[in-house]
């Protein structure tokens, strides 16, 4: 399986402040149609995943342009660039390259 | 917009069986790969299985292989997933997900709580 590794897994944050998380995998997250289906998501307390970000740096309908990802192969990253109060909760990365499809331990963002 | 509400969870005993459903509204349902996705309290999210519109292409996680089964009714809009031999560590929120590609995930339903206790 995929192992996906997040760090940090809290993250104290300040407002206004910049915020960054890694998303590493133990291999290769190119499938054989050339794409990368790495995904990030937002847990807040109490609700259901929503995707912000899909295949490494496609920011969603609705997301605030504040959220931007990044990366290639095996390291990809997601960066606030301002942290807002709303941004509290847990951020996760999945993988939907090789099957299982695996999710990172999630990082708990906290102002 | 997309819909998708689960129903069907509960507490059942170690050893007994449950049968999770998923009503979908919104895009063309049998066009699109469905999937469950589960998370344990206080825990992370795993991947369970999916099925393609056709039901022809499924897959499940090693956890669940053997003991569940997914299936679909294109005609009622509805996912399914049976659960047998149920234990203890299966107790979590279960999600139905889908999106127009299943890789990426993009839409969630609620979740439904699933509780296996003696």
């Known amino acids: 399986d995929a192992v996906m590794t997040q760090s940090p897994l809290s993250l104290p944050v300040t407002l206004g402040q910049p915020a960054s998380i890694s998303c590493r995998s133990s291999?290769?997250?190119?499938?054989?149609?050339?794409?990368?289906?790495l995904n990030w998501f937002q847990q807040r307390p109490g609700q259901s995943p929503r995707r912000l970000i899909y295949?490494?740096?496609n920011r969603d309908s609705g997301v605030p342009d504040r959220f931007s990802g990044s990366g290639s192969g095996t390291d990809f990253t997601l960066k606030i660039s301002s942290v807002e109060a709303e941004d509290v909760g847990i951020y996760y990365c999945m993988q939907g390259t090789p099957w299982p499809w695996t999710f990172g331990q999630g990082t708990k963002v906290e102002i | 917009q997309v819909q998708l509400v689960e129903s069907g969870g509960g507490l059942v005993k170690p050893g007994g069986c449950l049968r999770l459903?998923?009503?979908?509204?919104?895009?063309?349902?049998?066009?699109?790969?469905m999937g469950w996705i589960r998370q344990a309290p206080g825990r992370g999210l795993e991947w369970l299985s999916y099925i393609s519109g056709s039901s022809v292409d499924t897959n499940y996680a090693d956890s669940v292989k053997g003991r569940f089964t997914i299936s679909r009714d294109n005609a009622k809009n509805s996912l399914y997933l049976q659960m047998n031999s149920l234990r203890a560590e299966d107790t979590a929120v279960y999600y139905c997900?889908?999106?127009?590609?299943?890789?990426?995930?993009?839409?969630w339903g609620q979740g439904t709580l699933v509780t296996v206790s003696s």
């Open positions: 459903s998923c009503a979908a509204s919104g895009f063309p349902f049998s066009d699109y790969y």
């Open positions: 291999q290769s997250l190119v499938y054989s149609d050339g794409k990368t289906y």
């Open positions: 295949m490494v740096s």
């Open positions: 997900a889908t999106g127009p590609e299943i890789r990426n995930v993009d839409y």
